[in-house]
């Protein structure tokens, strides 16, 4: 199956500092996400992104589908952006995501 | 106006028991899932539904047995259930056209099993 790297695995950050998730994925793919698991378990949607480049208040996104990876920055982060980041793909007819393993990221105040 | 929910939150029996997990969507899409997420926060598919059509089956044991009433609903039903089956259980829904085809994801229902 399609393969999904994400890095790093665990990330601390000062609250205010900015960063830089990666995901590199292994094959074609017609649909990227981001999802944000806060630490009540919650899954919440950041983006839908199988190509380009989108923004949502302090997090964008790129996807370069033809180099196979995908970016999510988050600026002047916050202790509320701490959780995991999943990255998750899907390849053309296959109905299924495949998730990376997740970077979790810890803001302390 | 909750887009995917799930029920039960929380479900803790004991080994051998049988359990469902519900499952309802109201954006109106086409196709429904069961991801379960284990002990390490890994996620993996278990289930889709296209239509009231089962279009995947992982390698589950048969102990797990989806149904899908209708395209608004996927219920998840496990039988004699094992330790090994606590998890995080997740029901996700898309539209298989469109200009969103993104994967909406429910709550989770985390099973324990004593």
């Known amino acids: 199956g399609i393969q999904v790297e994400q890095s790093p695995p665990d990330l601390i950050l000062q609250e205010g500092a900015n960063s830089t998730l990666r995901c590199n994925f292994s094959d074609s793919v017609n649909n990227l996400q981001w999802f944000h698991q806060n630490p009540w378990g919650q899954l919440i949607n950041l983006f839908y992104i199988p190509s380009g480049t989108k923004q949502n208040g302090r997090l964008s996104a790129t996807t370069v589908a033809t180099e196979r990876y995908s970016l999510l920055y988050i600026s002047s982060s916050q202790t509320t952006d701490s959780g995991v980041y999943f990255c998750a793909v899907e390849r053309w007819g296959n109905n299924r995501l495949a998730f990376g393993k997740g970077n979790q990221v810890v803001v302390i105040p | ?114």
């Open chain 2, 1 to 114: 106006d909750t887009a995917v929910s799930q029920t039960p939150k929380y479900l803790v029996t004991q080994m051998g028991n049988d359990k469902s997990i519900k499952c309802e969507q109201n954006l109106g899409h086409d196709t429904m899932y069961w991801y379960k997420q284990d002990s390490k926060k890994f996620l993996k598919i278990m289930f889709s539904y296209n239509n009231k059509e089962l279009i995947i089956n992982e390698t589950v044991p048969n102990r797990f047995s989806p149904k899908s009433p209708d395209k608004a609903h996927l219920n998840l039903h496990i039988n004699s259930l094992e330790l090994g089956d606590s998890a995080v259980y997740f029901c996700a829904s898309s539209q298989t056209a469109g200009r969103d085809l993104g994967q909406y994801f429910g709550p989770g229902t985390r099973l324990t099993v004593t």
